[in-house]
T-cell receptor, first 111, second 114 residues
Framework: DAKTTQPPSMDCAEGRAANLPCNHS???????VYWYRQIHSQGPQYIIH???NNETNEMASLIITEDRKSSTLILPHATLRDTAVYYC????????????FGTGTSLTVIP | EAQVTQNPRYLITVTGKKLTVTCSQN?????MSWYRQDPGLGLRQIYY???????DKGDVPEGYKVSRKEKRNFPLILESPSPNQTSLYFC?????????????FGEGSWLTVV
């Protein structure tokens, strides 16, 4: 009963764009999509979040499909320091106020 | 500086010896939460609190207690720790849960129960 589905691992060449997909087919209309990352075993770090529209900040861009059932996090120019586990999080329908982390995508940026 | 502070960061304890992991935030956040992280299982929520004196169970509450007597503090209590509670623990806070508010995480507490 996964709330989000992400590929377990991805590689990306340094300097290239990293595109990390996430499926969240049960998301409801007023729930946000959040992206966090975790480097080694440090506290998860906020990256970006969105509701319906695409979003961009200094770290990344978030593309949400029109039906909101999936999204893609884009790191435009990946560096070695972007090697981390990336979590896509939504607040599921009918489960109170919990946030669910999946197992995330382990991104390795290759020199 | 806005932050979530956990203590202790590292602890080795023995089975059955009560311990408390403290969590404090300086952002006047209403929502606070505890997670544990284990290899291959990602982050799993233990307990959360919507506001002072309001707490609720997450996915894995067994063996844990929490309290929220003040807005800034949300301690995690292990009354009788067991080896299966050996884990990395994170405290988190957010202005509220009902909007697109950023969740801030502490740096984690490594707990080993022998």
């Amino acid at each position: 009963d996964a709330k989000t589905t992400q590929p377990p691992s991805m590689d990306c060449a340094e300097g290239r764009a990293a595109n990390l997909p996430c499926n969240h087919s049960t998301i409801s209309g007023n729930e946000y999509v959040y992206w966090y990352r975790q480097i080694h075993s440090q506290g998860p770090q906020y990256i970006i979040h969105g509701l319906k529209n695409n979003e961009t900040n200094e770290m990344a861009s978030l593309i949400i499909t029109e039906d909101r059932k999936s999204s893609t996090l884009i790191l435009p120019h990946a560096t070695l320091r972007d090697t981390a586990v990336y979590y896509c999080i939504v607040r599921p329908r009918n489960t109170g106020n919990q946030f669910y982390f999946g197992t995330g995508t382990s991104l390795t940026v290759i020199p | 500086e806005a932050q979530v502070t956990q203590n202790p960061r590292y602890l080795i304890t023995v089975t059955g010896k009560k311990l408390t992991v403290t969590c404090s935030q300086n952002m006047n956040h209403e929502y606070m939460s505890w997670y544990r992280q284990d290899p291959g299982l990602g982050l799993r929520q233990i307990y959360y609190s919507m506001n002072v004196e309001v707490t609720d169970k997450g996915d894995v509450p067994e063996g844990y207690k929490v309290s929220r007597k003040e807005k800034r503090n949300f301690p995690l209590i292990l009354e009788s720790p067991s080896p299966n509670q050996t884990s990395l623990y994170f405290c988190a806070s957010s202005l509220s849960i009902n909007a697109g508010n950023t969740i801030y995480f502490g740096e984690g507490s490594w707990l080993t129960v022998v």
